[in-house]
């Protein structure tokens, strides 16, 4: 993967940011949102026993800044942290922290499209006590489509890993994805929507014992959810309720992990009369996540190195 490309993609997102208008007379609205999700996995393959049942609590604060007649920039902030992943002679968890720029193009009332440039640190902490940082780059477009009662929405994208905290071994290196979200309006403070992600990557194999990459296994990612919100009225704030599966494959000693977790969450909307006008003309726009795949890869790299040595000699 260019990861020159990648950086400049990124790095030129920011600065646009950097370089916006800062007076009080620039138009601006924001999005807050809190959920905590309960989740039941079951697993396949080498950790088909050692699965636990994951805690999730979601945090992102965004942010949309006109910058003058059809263009907009969206500033994004997240931190996303689940526990108890697995059981190997202790619990396992992981967490990620970082921030994502939308240059966005609004097409008068019909279509909004945009490039995204993303920055984030992915933290496994393992049950032996090992902590792994991976630190990871992502470029994408972006675009929404809108209809009376109806938004369709899309991301298409790639990542890179630029920099990694041993043990490295079993974190995800590099990938590319598709989101895709349609959302219907019952009114203008109530929707239902069904998103959905597909992510593929491959995984750092390196061979702990003899060096080198010894093998080039991939991963891949999965995940719906469906979605309903409700703002109150005379209020900024809204309540959520949702449902998502998750399936995380790794193609290393065929691991399969299937999660279903239901999500209860808050938004606090600044600045928007209404969901519908925050959809149309808001911080709207979706940070690209990956659910629990990346802190998973790390936790079964820790479980089961990518190579173990027999009496007859290295075998895989």
């Not at 039941?40 to 942010?63: C, F, M, Q, R």
């Not at 809204?238 to 449902?243: C, D, I, R, T």
């Not at 065929?254 to 977790?261: E, G, P, S």
Request: aromatic share 8%; proline share 4%.
């Amino acid at each position: 993967m260019n990861h020159r490309l990648l950086m400049s993609s990124v790095c030129g997102a920011a600065l646009i940011a950097s370089v916006m208008p800062a007076s009080a007379d620039t138009p601006f609205t924001g999005v807050v949102q809190l959920s905590v999700g309960a989740g039941s996995t079951s697993g396949g393959g080498l950790l088909a026993s050692a699965v636990e049942d994951p805690v999730n609590v979601d945090l992102k604060a965004k942010g949309l800044w006109n910058l003058g007649g059809e263009l907009d920039v969206q500033v994004d902030l997240f931190h996303e942290r689940a526990s108890n992943l697995f059981d190997i002679d202790g619990k396992d968890s992981g967490a990620n922290l970082g921030g994502t720029v939308h240059l966005i193009h609004s097409i008068e009332n019909r279509a909004r499209l945009g490039f995204a440039g993303s920055l984030w640190s992915n933290d496994t902490l393992f049950s032996s006590g090992d902590r792994s940082e991976a630190r990871y780059g992502l470029a994408a477009v972006e675009g929404q489509f809108f209809d009376t009662n109806w938004t369709l929405s899309g991301q298409m994208g790639l990542f890179d890993q630029i920099g990694c905290d041993a043990p490295c071994a079993g974190t995800i290196e590099d990938g590319t994805y598709i989101q895709g979200k349609i959302r219907y309006f019952l009114n203008d403070n109530t929707s239902l929507s069904l998103a959905t992600t597909q992510m593929w990557g491959s995984l750092n194999t390196k061979d702990p014992i003899f060096g080198g990459n010894a093998r080039s296994d991939s991963t891949s990612h999965t995940l719906w959810r469906l979605e309903a919100e409700h703002r109150f009225a005379n209020t900024p704030l809204s309540g959520l309720v949702a449902f998502s599966h998750e399936r995380n494959e790794t193609e290393f000693n065929n691991i399969t992990l299937d999660t279903n977790t239901v999500w209860l969450g808050v938004r606090f909307y600044l600045d928007q009369p209404t969901l519908k006008a925050n959809d149309r003309a808001g911080a709207e726009f979706e940070t690209p996540t990956f659910g629990n795949s990346l802190e998973c890869a790390g936790v079964t790299s820790a479980a089961a190195p990518p190579m173990v040595v027999s009496p007859g000699g290295p075998a895989l």
